[in-house]
């Protein structure tokens, strides 16, 4: 039996990927045969190997793609390192993208597993054929003059059935190998056509003019200014917040109970806000109240719902407390 890669160098691959489309997967033997014996092409078994498959990282092509643009407005504050390690690996898949452009025949693993498929079936259908000719032939003497299966003619026959056996096991297995690459995830993208690997180098173009811009060093020091600026704000915030909470402190009673657990506040009460600063609250009258030192671990910057849940609290009974006091809950 031919082994499969002579008979791939043998025919038109394009033509036979059509006809496979065409016929389902299916060629008529006679067709083949025909399309065999033309050999258009001298050397196609050599180009059938110097054609490129999909690059394993294929799915990797888009999904690089979709973190940069998810990230997109965020790029000027990662680190260099971050967008080296991204520019290095936009690169790497752009030049992979032109390599399969500029690539002589361009063969998807999909269409080499469909025109795989379609040449076992036929190769399996021609061996088919010959051992039902030869059985035939085999079998005219015996049919006809009563005599047995000359033993040249029966070792002929055996190693056709083998040869047969052989063509199912090996179409057995080109259909698994095809059902495992559908079973596969599905590419959101696949590169598999010029047209999609032209239209990747376009669209990762102009991620790659978005890594270089986060990497030149005017951005980055202007990245870096306003990150200073920032913290600055922040920091001038939280010192005026400590003065004004520290004037409100002056103005709050201490001749309560702790509006928390009902408790008495201890030697050294502490002011809490009710509704946490981290979580817009203010440093107000109405916002403040002094607790006792054990409820004010507990709380430190939860709201009165997670405080209360946390602490085992009746969370309505610490409402009434505070609105007691005539504050705002």
Not at 34 to 42: E, G, T
Not at 93 to 113: G, K, M, T
Not at 262 to 273: E, K, Q, R, T, W
């Amino acid at each position: 039996m031919k082994p499969l890669q002579e008979l791939q160098g043998q025919c038109s691959s394009a033509r036979l990927g059509l006809l496979g489309l065409s016929y389902g997967h299916r060629i008529p033997v006679e067709t083949l045969r025909n399309l065999m014996a033309q050999k258009r092409y001298k050397n196609q078994k050599s180009s059938w190997k110097a054609r490129p498959s999909l690059p394993p990282s294929t799915p990797e092509f888009y999904g690089l793609l979709d973190l940069l643009g998810s990230i997109r407005d965020d790029l000027p504050r990662k680190s260099e390192n971050v967008l080296n390690g991204y520019a290095r690996t936009l690169e790497d898949n752009i030049q992979a993208a032109i390599d399969l452009i500029h690539a002589p025949a361009f063969v998807s693993q999909e269409r080499e597993a469909a025109v795989r498929l379609t040449l076992a079936q036929a190769n399996l259908s021609r061996k088919q054929e010959e051992r039902n000719a030869h059985h035939q032939k085999a079998s005219l003497p015996a049919r006809w003059f009563g005599r047995s299966i000359p033993a040249s003619l029966q070792q002929e026959l055996d190693a056709l059935n083998l040869e047969v056996k052989e063509a199912e096991r090996h179409l057995a297995a080109v259909q698994a190998q095809e059902a495992s690459l559908k079973l596969q995830a599905p590419r959101r993208y696949p590169l598999d056509s010029k047209e999609h690997a032209r239209r990747f180098v376009a669209q990762a173009s102009e991620f790659r003019t978005l890594l270089y811009q986060a990497l030149s060093p005017t951005v980055r020091q202007a990245e870096q200014a306003r990150l200073i600026r920032d913290r600055a704000l922040a920091a001038a915030h939280q010192e005026q917040s400590r003065s004004l909470a520290e004037s409100v402190k002056k103005r709050l009673r201490k001749d309560h109970p702790c509006p928390y657990c009902g408790g008495a506040l201890g030697s050294v009460p502490h002011a809490d806000h009710i509704h946490p600063v981290v979580h817009g609250g203010l440093s107000v009258d109405e916002n403040m109240v002094y607790v006792c030192g054990s409820c004010n671990l507990q709380k430190s910057d939860l709201t009165l719902r997670e405080f209360a849940r946390k602490a085992g609290r009746n969370r309505e009974e610490i409402e009434r407390r505070l609105e007691k006091l005539g504050k705002r809950v």
